[in-house]
């Protein structure tokens, strides 16, 4: 009898012990969380011409909210509002990865939303018409804080502690939320007067001001930090108002992207679909998460950034069916998780990816470290020497290694491949299993190794 009292007792200590060391916010917490679907944020006019909607058609803005189970009894917690990818064409609250973050982060003590907001283009499809589909998204978003700041006793969040995060387009819309604040900064071919009763002018009806009228809620619709995964913004230059200059970002973004550059470059409608004929049909020139960091950098903003070199857009996109995709996704989880708690929350240090060492100069075509990497740098340190990682059927080398050996080895030991880098060269890997790898490269004496996942 005494030795079970005292195995019992041993038990919950050390349960007791273990649930003291839980992070909460970094560390999982719960093993469910509650959501609410469907709520209605506000409601505006669509202008989505593929559905012969032109601005004469209201339609609900839904959000999905994501919370801890009824049991977790904590106020003020943080909340991160999430926005899909698509385009500006396609996608939902539903979208697979939002989904995921939503789970992820409520599970670990903080509220979420997913929201839908307004898609689709007036014809035609040029500048002028891309610049209002994303103004319209902005004002949807900023409609979005200002309904779950009005429900912060409610949902138990912090109002002072809201972020915004996104994929693709719903990067773009995090971003916008923070960085485009001044009247000035918008295109003065937006129209931004009050919609009322005024007709359309050549077809297009005034968009209203920056906060918009998707709804009329009578709070304040600034965000506390941003996280990008793959989006870009019209100035860097717009960080640079105190609002916008105080916001936090967390960024990822890979250097092959095709759709959002990762530096600066002119988005043309071939890169948002596949529409016939396949020739560029410029529409706007946009700035990219690497321009973004690199001028918070400059400045002295709080700018963490995580290069994926040589991965195109949305990598982790198909994470739950593609091995490769769910590694890209266990990065990006590993790097947000460690800066939201650090600089978001400023809750004190945890572990995960930190910033990896971006190219010295993208625009011009380089992609180039800006230092040598010492012996036995892992993933994070090492991925502009070799890329992607994680990688597929392939690795490639960063030109800087012509005439370099290498040697790739299984995480045991085991020599799989060796031989001479020649300028432009790479590996074909199609026949190696999902796993974890070392990759050695030799030059003279030096030896550089390399953490690599398939």
């Known amino acids: 009898m005494r030795k079970t009292l005292l195995f019992t007792a041993l038990a ?56 801890p189970p009824v049991e977790d009894t904590v106020q003020n917690r943080p909340m991160i509002i999430w926005a899909h990818g698509g385009s500006f064409i396609a996608g939902s609250k539903e979208s697979s990865d939002i989904v995921y973050f939503c789970r992820e982060y409520a599970k670990r003590g903080f509220v979420c939303a997913s929201i839908n907001y307004r898609l689709g283009y007036e014809l035609p499809i040029d500048s002028v018409n891309a610049v209002r589909t994303v103004y319209r998204a902005l004002q949807d978003g900023r409609a979005a804080v200002r309904f779950a700041r009005s429900k912060a006793a409610e949902w138990g969040i912090d109002p002072n502690r809201i972020f915004f995060g996104g994929t693709s387009a ?9 960085y485009l604040n001044l009247p000035e900064e918008i295109p003065s071919y937006v129209d931004t007067n009050e919609r009322g009763l005024l007709p359309a002018t050549n077809g297009k009806f005034p968009l209203d001001g920056l906060e918009g009228k998707s709804n009329d809620i009578d709070q304040p619709s600034n965000i506390q930090g941003i996280i990008n995964y793959c989006g870009a913004t019209r100035f860097v230059s717009w960080l640079d108002d105190p609002a916008s200059a105080a916001v936090p970002v967390i960024s990822m973004h890979g250097t092959a992207d095709g759709t959002v550059p990762y530096g600066t470059r002119v988005i043309n409608l071939n890169d948002l679909a596949p529409i016939p004929p396949q020739v560029p049909l410029p529409i706007v ?10 001028h918070a950098d400059r400045m002295g903003y709080t700018s963490k950034f995580y290069t994926w070199y040589g991965a195109d857009h949305v990598p982790y996109i198909s994470f739950e069916t593609d091995s490769v995709a769910a590694a890209y996704m266990d990065t990006l989880m590993s790097f947000t998780l460690k800066h939201v ?3 978001f929350l400023q809750l004190g240090s945890a572990e995960g990816f930190s910033e990896n060492e971006p190219p010295c100069d993208f625009n011009n075509g380089v992609v180039d470290p800006c230092s040598a990497v010492g012996i036995g740098e892992t993933l994070n340190a090492a991925s502009s020497l070799v890329f992607p990682n994680p990688f597929g059927d392939r690795i490639q080398f960063n030109p800087s290694l012509d005439g370099q050996q290498y040697t790739l080895k299984s995480i045991d030991g085991r020599l799989l491949l060796e031989g001479k880098i020649a300028a432009g060269s790479d590996i074909i890997t199609t026949t190696l299993p999902t796993g974890v790898y070392v990759l050695e490269l030799i030059n003279g004496k030096n030896v550089t190794s390399i953490k690599l996942v398939k």
């Open 12 to 67: 919950i200590g050390l349960a007791l012990t273990s649930h003291a060391q839980s992070r909460r916010y970094f560390d999982p917490q719960f093993d469910s969380v509650q959501v609410t679907t469907d709520l209605v944020y506000g409601n505006n006019f669509s202008f989505n011409s593929l559905r012969g909607e032109v601005g004469l058609t209201r339609i609900d803005l839904l959000m999905d909210v994501y919370t």
């Open 170 to 178: 719903g990067a773009f819309i995090a971003a916008n939320v923070a």
């Open 285 to 294: 020139e946009v700035m990219g998460s690497y321009d973004i960091d690199k």
């Open 341 to 343: 708690y650090e600089d």
